[in-house]
């Protein structure tokens, strides 16, 4: 029972470079999301999904892409890794999405990709 | 100024104290909130999940809203070394037509032993 799983734990890039941070979930969750984490600014909204084949922009999607080809898995992509993209990268996943109208679906988290560019 | 604001703390106290965690949110079109916590290295998890104003109790911890005052709290009773954590306030409304999901900044708690 893994829930939400985020491949590598940490790396360190060069200014730069490029790479790509996997999520997987087996909770056949329609939505994920991919937040990052900050000292001082809590947990910011990248991108998110509400479906396999669709993204959207979330609250800082500048430098970042993601691709949602299968529903399982939510990639995001560093294109030209900068120092200000230093941070700890959290993706959720819910069956509650961002028009529904409540219930009690938390998002479940993974337990974060930590990511330094030098 | 930040839609929600959190006192990041820290915050240490004995074990065994009541403890209490505060948010306050400037947009009245929040209506769910959520506390979450976050051991150190870890994902957060949903600690509790609120709606309407009141207060809502699961075990050792309650979670108190009040609208009217746009401030929800968290209360842990008989704090334990394993409670400490950092605890994040969430909060979730329809802003300009689109469902929008707000964290704090998190309060780091430390229960000592």
């Known amino acids: 029972n893994a829930g939400v799983t985020q491949t590598p734990k940490f790396r360190v890039l060069k200014t730069g470079q490029s790479m790509t941070l996997l999520c997987a979930q087996d909770?056949?969750?329609?939505?994920m999301y991919w937040y990052r984490q900050d000292p001082g600014m809590g947990l910011r909204l990248i991108h998110y999904?509400?479906?396999?084949?669709?993204?959207a922009k979330g609250e800082v999607p500048d430098g970042y892409n993601v691709s949602r080809l299968k529903k399982q898995n939510f990639l995001l992509g560093l294109e030209s890794a900068a120092p200000s993209q230093t941070s700890v990268y959290f993706c959720a996943s819910s069956s509650l999405g961002p028009r529904a109208t409540g219930s009690d679906q938390p998002q479940h988290f993974g337990d974060g990709t930590r990511l330094s560019i030098l | 100024q930040k839609e929600v604001e959190q006192d990041p703390g820290p915050l240490s106290v004995p074990e065994g104290a009541i403890v209490s965690l505060n948010c306050t949110y400037s947009n009245s079109a929040f209506q769910y909130f959520m506390w979450y916590r976050q051991y150190s290295r870890k994902g957060p998890e949903l600690l509790m999940y609120?709606?309407?104003?009141g207060n809502k109790e699961d075990g050792r911890f309650t979670a108190q809203v009040d609208k009217s005052s746009k401030y929800i709290s968290l209360f842990i009773r008989d704090s334990q070394p394993s409670d400490s954590a950092t605890y994040l306030c969430a909060m979730r409304g329809v802003i300009q037509g689109a469902q929008k999901l707000v964290f704090g900044q998190g309060t780091r708690l430390t229960i000592n032993p």
């Open positions: 609120t709606y309407s104003s």
């Open positions: 999904s509400v479906g396999e084949g669709t993204t």
């Open positions: 909770m056949n969750h329609e939505y």
